[in-house]
Nanobody, 113 residues
Framework: QVQLVESGGGSVQAGGSLRLSCVGSGNSMDVMGWYRQAPGKQREFVAEITRSGTTNYADSVKGRFTIVRENGRNLMYLQMDKLRPEDTAVYYC?????????WGPGTQVTVSS
């Protein structure tokens, strides 16, 4: 099983920064990533990072968000800079340890204009 917990959400003004954290239980994850869901919208991909450090970002966050991980501690961060009101959402951590995957409960990020 894959168990995850996020932290670091909060409220910030546009242009500000936040850092989200996600910690997973058990052995090292193969892939860890972030998704988000705004009110009335579907959950969407934000960023992911593999065990080897390969990263992938949604076009909407490229150049503003940075994903990093510490494999030894199953810890992952999402550094969010230059935040915009449209980044407001519940952010979810997702991880895969094949063949299993899991989601965290989510953390709220609110960006005011």
């Amino acid at each position: 099983q894959v168990q995850l917990v996020e932290s670091g959400g909060g409220s910030v003004q546009a242009g500000g920064s936040l850092r989200l954290s996600c910690v997973g239980s058990g052995n090292s994850m193969d892939v860890m990533g972030w998704y988000r869901q705004a009110p009335g919208k579907q959950r969407e991909f934000v960023a992911e990072i593999t065990r080897s450090g390969t990263t992938n970002y949604a076009d909407s966050v490229k150049g503003r968000f940075t994903i990093v991980r510490e494999n030894g501690r199953n810890l992952m961060y999402l550094q969010m800079d230059k935040l915009r009101p449209e980044d407001t959402a519940v952010y979810y951590c997702k991880a895969k340890r094949y063949p299993y995957e899991g989601w965290g409960p989510g953390t709220q990020v609110t960006v005011s204009s």
